[in-house]
Every structure is written in structure tokens, then in C-alpha cells.
């Protein structure tokens, strides 16, 4: 059942009237009048948003989901692109500090799964560790790719286990690039320097002396 919910008596758009006159334009455009609801609604509503005429709904769609044993995700959405800024509940966040929720892509509206890689080329780097059986059971036997189906539980821990990887390599790659040794002088310097480190640098040559008065 669809069902556009706006409050008719206020001044300027009908918001319900827009909502159901924008899904049935979707809708006839996509030719799939007779098929099932999906996710034509958050179209509408991220198209809504976007319209600067339309003033009362504005900002960062807000999406949650009610799933059948009770349990309610809400989700986070980049706004007003997925290259846009994450928010979350009407929240805008940096990148670096943004909630560890699953986020939307508005131009798409579907969740954006960038932080677990679709194939596993390099399992066996994981091989004698803790999570190489728990990474073998998310993945396909053959090619390892990510099985279409996993818990939230189980997307969770692999999120944690990549970045845990992820940042693992970069500490390495930052110590071989850290240089031990002083840097060598120049030319000029390493000449002098080597002079100076000579057995005879502390003795002083002499001074030639010329008698003005013998001419």
C-alpha cells in the first residue's frame, strides 16, 4: 500500500499531492505500473528534497528500516551525492568521524558498500590468523567473492577487519619510508668534510714571507 502523508491546509504545495503526482510520473516513465513497490518512494522523496521550490521538505533524507523480527537500522545517506558529505538522522558528519552505519546513495538509492571489498584477492594474507576461517565463510570458494547474503554481524566484523588490515600496511609502508640516516652533504661539503677529517688537519702550512727591503 503507498501512502503519501503532507498536511493539505498549510500555504504553499500540497506535499501529498506533489509525492503521488511524482511517483505516478516515475512510475509511467520506468514502465512498472504493475510492478511491485520498491524503492520508487525514496526516489520521490530525494527528488523532493533536492527541488528548491518545494520548501517544506528540505535537507538530508532521513532512512530507517522496521525489519519483521522487530529490529529497527537506520541509515545513513551522502548528501546530496554519494561524493557528497555523509549524514546521518538529519546530521551532517566529516568522513573521519561519521557513524559506523550502512550509507545510502541518493542518485541510486541503494546502500553503498565501500568499506568491504566485493572479491577477496589477497586471502591469503589473512592465512594463520584468527579470522582466516571467518573470511573463507563470507566468501566464495571459487574466486572469493562476497556471498550475497551476511549478517549485519558478520558485515560488521569484516569491516573491522579490513580497516584493521588496511591501517596495518600503512604503518609499514610509513617505517620503510622513514630515513635513518642523515643526509649525505653536498659536493662542496662532503669535500671540506672529508679535508677536515684528514690526518694532517691540525697542522697549518705556513706562510710564505716576502723581505721588501732585500729588492
Given amino acids: 500500500m503507498r501512502v503519501a502523508i503532507g498536511d493539505p491546509e498549510v500555504e504553499g504545495n500540497n506535499i501529498a499531492q506533489v509525492a503521488d503526482k511524482s511517483y505516478r510520473d516515475l512510475i509511467h516513465h520506468l514502465n512498472r505500473e504493475d510492478d511491485p513497490l520498491d524503492m520508487e518512494?525514496?526516489?520521490?522523496?530525494?527528488?523532493?528534497?533536492?527541488?528548491p521550490t518545494i520548501r517544506e521538505v528540505d535537507g538530508a533524507i532521513q532512512i530507517g528500516k522496521v525489519y519483521k523480527s522487530g529490529t529497527v537500522e537506520f541509515f545513513g545517506v551522502m548528501w546530496q551525492s554519494a561524493f557528497g558529505q555523509p549524514t546521518f538522522l538529519g546530521k551532517r558528519?566529516?568522513?573521519?568521524?561519521?557513524?559506523?552505519?550502512?550509507?545510502?546513495?541518493?542518485?541510486?538509492?541503494?546502500?553503498?558498500?565501500?568499506e568491504i571489498p566485493k572479491s577477496l584477492v589477497n586471502v591469503?594474507?589473512?592465512?594463520?590468523?584468527?579470522?582466516?576461517?571467518?573470511?573463507?565463510?563470507?566468501?566464495?570458494?571459487?574466486?572469493?567473492?562476497?556471498?550475497?547474503?551476511?549478517?549485519?554481524?558478520?558485515?560488521g566484523r569484516l569491516v573491522s577487519i579490513f580497516r584493521d588490515y588496511s591501517y596495518g600496511i600503512f604503518i609499514k609502508a610509513a617505517e620503510s619510508n622513514v630515513q635513518l640516516e642523515p643526509p649525505v652533504p653536498p659536493d662542496r661539503e662532503r669535500a671540506f668534510y672529508?679535508?677536515?677529517?684528514?690526518?694532517?688537519?691540525?697542522?697549518?702550512?705556513?706562510?710564505?714571507?716576502?723581505?721588501?727591503?732585500?729588492?
Fill in 93 to 114: 558528519y566529516e568522513k573521519h568521524n561519521k557513524p559506523r552505519v550502512r550509507y545510502f546513495d541518493p542518485d541510486t538509492c541503494q546502500i553503498i558498500e565501500s
Fill in 124 to 155: 591469503e594474507d589473512f592465512n594463520g590468523t584468527d579470522d582466516y576461517g571467518f573470511l573463507l565463510s563470507c566468501y566464495t570458494e571459487e574466486g572469493y567473492f562476497l556471498k550475497q547474503v551476511i549478517t549485519e554481524k558478520e558485515r
Fill in 41 to 51: 518512494p525514496l526516489t520521490v522523496l530525494v527528488q523532493m528534497c533536492r527541488d
Fill in 194 to 215: 672529508d679535508g677536515a677529517g684528514s690526518e694532517n688537519s691540525g697542522e697549518l702550512e705556513p706562510f710564505e714571507t716576502i723581505d721588501h727591503d732585500a729588492e
